[in-house]
């Protein structure tokens, strides 16, 4: 089957850094994306790792290993506008752009 | 500005009633998307359209259609069928439909049950 896990809620303070993992029981996917969805709000794009290792767009890097199957969204230098839910997902390559998505980290930042 | 609406931001749906949900883009995107999210979940994929007069069913089709006559427009249909519809519905729209596109999402539509 096809599923991914991220933990339900993290919690970290302002300026800090901060790791939302996602593991994942599924095979053939083309690329691992991840997409931040504020309160009531649409989904945004974040990021896209098609090849193993680290992307980094500022603030945000995502990272993945096909191999421990395993995948990572590293927040640094948390803000309070950064407390949202955030969610990964699989794409398939001759799919459709057919994206599964985990069940989404919430994460707050505290003062 | 581009972008992708839905439309009603909050909808009722009485028992046995058929209501259809808008969705709009003007991105020129090729690729449309419906997703349903329950609270504290993921989202789900009920149909995509790869292309205009073109459409595949997602994970959970049962109870929805859907229709794509306009490449701007991608109108979904919650049915009388569909007996748990009470969701958040998110529209999204991608330039193609590889597996490396971006999907852009619209701000989504409530759907409550009388």
């Known amino acids: 089957g096809q599923s991914l896990e991220q933990p339900s809620e993290v919690t970290a303070v302002e300026g800090a850094i901060v790791q939302i993992n996602c593991t994942y029981q599924?095979?053939?996917?083309?690329?691992l994306s991840w997409y931040q969805q504020h309160d009531g709000g649409a989904p945004t794009f974040l990021s896209y790792n098609a090849l193993d290792g680290l992307e980094e767009t500022g603030r945000f890097s995502s990272f993945l290993s096909r191999s421990d199957s395993y995948g990572y969204l590293l927040l640094q230098e948390l803000q309070m506008k950064d407390s949202a839910s955030y969610f990964c997902?699989?794409?398939?390559?001759?799919?459709?752009?057919?994206?599964?998505f985990g069940q989404g980290t919430e994460l707050s930042v505290k003062p | 500005d581009g972008g992708i609406t839905q439309s009603p931001k909050y909808l009722f749906r009485k028992e046995g009633q058929n209501v259809t949900l808008s969705c709009e883009q003007n991105l020129n995107h090729d690729a449309m998307y419906w997703y349903r999210q329950d609270p504290g979940q993921g989202l789900r994929l009920i149909y995509y359209s790869q292309i205009v007069n073109d459409f595949q069913k997602g994970d959970i089709a049962e109870g929805y259609s859907v229709s794509r006559e306009k490449k701007e427009s991608f109108p979904l249909t919650v049915t009388s069928a569909q007996k748990n519809p009470t969701a958040f519905y998110l529209c999204?729209?991608?330039?193609?439909?590889?597996?490396?596109?971006?999907?852009?999402f619209g701000p989504g539509t409530r759907l409550l049950v009388l």
């Open positions: 999204a729209s991608s330039r193609a439909s590889g597996a490396q596109e971006t999907q852009y």
């Open positions: 997902a699989v794409s398939y390559y001759n799919q459709g752009g057919k994206l599964i």
């Open positions: 599924t095979s053939g996917f083309y690329g």
